[in-house]
């Protein structure tokens, strides 16, 4: 298995203040707490461009 982190390559989305967001250069992420708050729009938009990001490293990988 390889893990292929975020880094900074989601852009302003990792500076984002004004809002509370998980996620990190580690990866895509969200506060759950409970289980009553949902993933923000932002935090949504992070976790589906790792999944392209992820994608597009392993399809280099296999040519």
Do not use: C, H
């Not at 990190?24 to 949504?44: I, K, N």
């Amino acid at each position: 298995m390889l893990f292929v982190p975020l880094g900074y390559t989601f852009g302003t989305g990792m500076f984002e203040m004004d809002e509370v967001k998980g996620g990190s250069a580690y990866g895509a992420g969200t506060f759950a707490g409970d289980g009553s708050r949902q993933p923000t729009e932002l935090e949504l938009q992070q976790a589906f461009y790792q999944g392209k990001y992820i994608g597009e490293i392993a399809r280099k990988l296999k040519n």
